[in-house]
T-cell receptor, first 110, second 114 residues
Framework: GQSLEQPSEVTAVEGAIVQINCTYQTSGFYGLSWYQQHDGGAPTFLSYNALDGLEETGRFSSFLSRSDSYGYLLLQELQMKDSASYFCAVRGYNFNKFYFGSGTKLNVKP | NAGVTQTPKFRVLKTGQSMTLLCAQDMNHEYMYWYRQDPGMGLRLIHYSVGEGTTAKGEVPDGYNVSRLKKQNFLLGLESAAPSQTSVYFC?????????????FGPGTRLTVL
């Protein structure tokens, strides 16, 4: 089966840097995605890592270590609008399916 | 482009009633998905489709059926609703090709079963 672990909640101040970790157990692995979801809204895609290393997209970066079954999302220069839930999703043995973690609620304070 | 749309946005059912949720996408995507989201449990895949006329089971398919008669539409049916199916339902679509399989989500349908 598949399982993903993320912290349930993280709090940080505006302008700071925050890292949201994701560890996974999966039979077969093709990639790790990150999605953002604001309260009452739909998830939106942030990034995807298929290979080890860091992917950078503006203020957001995502990292993957396949040997450690671990990834993280790094958010820099935090803004109030970054307050949302962040989900990691693993693409396992079935290339067509993603399994989502329970999500990390990020609270950004002034 | 409207992207991914879902109908209806809200619905209240009584136990045993049936209903169909409609998902439509105008991006010519091959892949479509139905998820449910419950508090503290993230998104769980109900059924998915990798092309017109095809469907497959996800993690939690029991109590649901789907159809993909047209490429742009993916229907989710509840034949006999149960309170355990109270949830927010999201439809998503993706190209299915390439490396990232980015999924585009609809706005969701909030379903309550009494």
């Amino acid at each position: 089966g598949q399982s993903l672990e993320q912290p349930s909640e993280v709090t940080a101040v505006e302008g700071a840097i925050v890292q949201i970790n994701c560890t996974y157990q999966t039979s077969g692995f093709y990639g790790l995605s990150w999605y953002q979801q604001h309260d009452g809204g739909a998830p939106t895609f942030l990034s995807y890592n298929a290979l080890d290393g860091l992917e950078e997209t503006g203020r957001f970066s995502s990292f993957l270590s396949r040997s450690d079954s671990y990834g993280y999302l790094l958010l820099q220069e935090l803004q109030m609008k970054d307050s949302a839930s962040y989900f990691c999703a693993v693409r396992g043995y079935n290339f067509n399916k993603f399994y989502f973690g329970s999500g990390t609620k990020l609270n950004v304070k002034p | 482009n409207a992207g991914v749309t879902q109908t209806p946005k809200f619905r209240v059912l009584k136990t045993g009633q049936s209903m169909t949720l409609l998902c439509a996408q105008d991006m010519n995507h091959e892949y479509m998905y139905w998820y449910r989201q419950d508090p503290g449990m993230g998104l769980r895949l109900i059924h998915y489709s990798v092309g017109e006329g095809t469907t497959a089971k996800g993690e939690v398919p029991d109590g649901y059926n789907v159809s993909r008669l047209k490429k742009q539409n993916f229907l989710l049916g509840l034949e006999s609703a149960a309170p355990s199916q109270t949830s927010v339902y999201f439809c998503a679509s993706s190209y299915g090709q390439g490396t990232d399989n980015e999924q585009f989500f609809g706005p969701g349908t909030r379903l309550t079963v009494l």
